[in-house]
């Protein structure tokens, strides 16, 4: 059974800082793993999805890399805002017909 | 395109009545999945819906059921509410092995 975990659960930052949000995962044959942002209250949004066979998707200010040997998913920020302010979630696929398995999530506040 | 809708977005029931969520996924993305959100539990998935069929199913009571229509359009039921099922529930849409787009999610409340 595939297990997600993400640490730290919360992170709190000035403005300008880049970070990195990591995620663990036990069974390394993954199909893909996809990183999700969520307001409070609100639906997740897709952030970046990461194939097996890659191992690194960037949009923006947003570094996604995947190390399907040591089962770790990294999310960089760089030059963080407090826009950025929201729960970050890893999710991990076992196969193109199962579920998405999700970590509890990282906390990130962002201060001006 | 537009993207996925939930319907209703927010809910107060009484403990023993019965709920029935809708979501609406992406056009011509036939995969339909739901999720159960709490603070304790985080994220844990209930079931996905492949062209009205269930392909996976979590670990839930019989309680929770649902279905999915031929335009992809899905339900999903909870009968006998126990206030433990206060949670925001979310629909999510996929189309292949690809991204999922999540809907805005129902806050359900059970009194």
């Known amino acids: 059974k595939q297990e997600v975990t993400q640490i730290p659960a919360a992170l709190s930052v000035p403005e300008g800082e880049n970070l990195v949000l990591n995620c663990s995962f036990t069974?390394?044959?993954?199909?893909?793993l996809q990183w999700f942002r969520q307001d409070p209250g609100k639906g997740l949004t897709s952030l970046l999805l990461?194939?097996?066979?890659?191992r690194e998707q960037t949009s923006g200010r947003l570094n996604a890399s995947l190390d399907k040997s040591s089962g770790r998913s990294t999310l960089y920020i760089a030059a963080s805002q407090p826009g950025d302010s929201a729960t970050y979630l890893c999710?991990?696929?076992?196969?193109?017909?199962?579920?998405?398995?999700f970590g509890k999530g990282t906390m990130l506040l962002v201060s001006p | 395109k537009a993207g996925v809708t939930q319907t209703p977005r927010y809910l107060i029931k009484t403990r023993g009545q019965q709920v029935t969520l809708s979501c609406s996924p992406i056009?011509?993305?036939?995969?339909v999945s739901w999720y159960q959100q709490t603070p304790g539990q985080g994220l844990q998935f209930l079931f996905e819906?492949?062209?009205?069929?269930?392909?996976n199913k979590g670990n839930f009571p019989g309680r929770f059921s649902g279905r999915q229509f031929s335009n992809s359009r899905s339900e999903m039921n909870v009968s006998t509410l126990e206030l433990g099922d206060s949670a925001l529930y979310l629909c999510?849409?996929?189309?292949?092995?690809?991204?999922?787009?999540f809907g805005p999610g129902t806050r359900l409340t059970v009194l």
């Open positions: 999710a991990a696929r076992l196969s193109g017909y199962s579920t998405l398995t």
């Open positions: 069974d390394s044959a993954i199909y893909n």
């Open positions: 990461i194939q097996s066979s890659q």
């Open positions: 056009s011509g993305h036939r995969s």
């Open positions: 819906y492949f062209s009205e069929t269930q392909r």
């Open positions: 999510a849409s996929m189309q292949g092995g690809d991204t999922q787009y």
